[in-house]
């Protein structure tokens, strides 16, 4: 009776295209969240880099001096 139910649950397969759905979307989550880091760390930059370039106008240089 034991061997027939382990039997008949390790043939069964509809639990699988959940899991494999669930690890999808749990990678591209996890891509998605490294991409929007990376993108925010990009975009401080340069708005640091515009910020000075603001500043050494404002003060007097050029845009070229920073």
């Keep these: 009776m ?3 139910t382990l039997q008949r649950l390790w043939a069964d397969d509809r639990g ?3 899991t494999d ?3 999808i979307v749990f990678l591209v989550a996890l891509i998605a969240i490294g991409a929007w880091q990376h993108l925010g760390r990009h975009s401080q930059e340069s708005v640091q880099d515009a910020g000075r370039v603001i500043q050494s106008v404002a003060d007097g240089g050029t845009a ?3």
């Design 2 to 4: 034991m061997l027939k």
């Design 16 to 18: 699988v295209a959940a």
């Design 21 to 23: 759905t669930a690890l």
């Design 64 to 66: 070229d001096g920073v």
